[in-house]
């Protein structure tokens, strides 16, 4: 059976001498794995269709199970994610964390949505790197099932907490003298805002919100640090991404 579909590489590896074996996100089907055969030839016309973070037409075999890729055509290479090695290494942290939080044959347009947007933003340097990480992982995890909850204190109710502070295990709000909890992170009013904004604006508009300087990393460290913790495990391409940000993101 043969299926045309759009798909985004989340990840290649290199199988016996000439192929790859692909793990996709694709518009129908949602992840899946796929061979590539001769991907890696010299003049293969799947080869640049079949690259990590590339969006990409392609045309799919499904037979026995399991999917091979017959033809495929790039639609958006995100050529500026190749010339910074930091941009490079934390488009391959989206690609993990959306290939790590997706359903295998589950089609999630919204998440495929999100990870393309937020490819886009960073290839074309639309916004600072750290804000499209924040507001990416915030999003994430959110359309993964563990959206926070951070409309008012847990505790006393207060819409605007006194102090406030984000239970990482919890997923929720509390004025810090209403926290009884030790994995609680520090946010500002700034920070709180803009983690509500990115939790309820439409998609299109989730990384349209203006914070910087210490604001913008209190962000960053708890929305990292909430995903972090709900999935319990490390991300080999966010360490890698780490030794890279601060020289050649700022």
């Given at each position: 059976m043969f299926e045309t579909t759009k798909a985004l590489v989340l990840r290649e590896v290199k199988y016996k001498e000439a192929d790859r074996i692909l793990t996709l996100f694709t518009a129908d089907n949602g992840k899946i794995t796929a061979k590539a055969r001769g991907a890696l030839r010299k003049g293969s016309r799947t080869a640049a269709a079949t690259q990590?973070?590339?969006?990409?037409d392609m045309t799919l075999f499904f037979n026995k199970g399991k999917w091979t890729v017959n033809e495929a055509s790039v639609i958006e290479a995100f050529d500026g994610l190749k010339?910074?090695?930091a941009s490079f290494a934390l488009g391959s942290y989206i690609a993990e964390c959306v290939e790590a939080l997706s359903v295998e044959d589950q089609k999630d347009a919204e998440l495929l949505s999100l990870a393309l947007n937020s490819l886009y933003a960073l290839s074309r340097g639309l916004h600072d790197p750290r804000?499209?990480?924040a507001a990416f992982e915030l999003r994430l995890m959110?359309?993964?099932g563990y959206r926070p909850s951070v409309e008012h204190c847990s505790a006393c109710g207060a819409e605007q907490p006194h102090d406030p502070v984000f239970d990482l295990v919890d997923g929720r709000l509390f004025c810090r003298k209403c926290c009884r909890r030790g994995s609680a992170v520090s946010l500002d009013e700034k920070a709180l805002a803009a983690m509500r904004f990115v939790l309820s604006a439409p998609p299109r508009q989730v990384f349209s919100f203006d914070l910087a300087g210490d604001?913008?990393?209190t962000l960053g460290f708890a929305a990292e640090n909430y995903l972090l913790t709900q999935t319990e495990r490390s991300?080999?391409?966010?360490?890698?991404?780490?030794q890279f940000k601060?020289?050649?993101?700022?």
């Open positions: 990590q973070l590339c969006w990409s010339t910074n090695i804000k499209i990480k959110s359309l993964s604001a913008l990393v991300f080999g391409t966010l360490d890698y991404y780490k601060t020289e050649s993101l700022g």
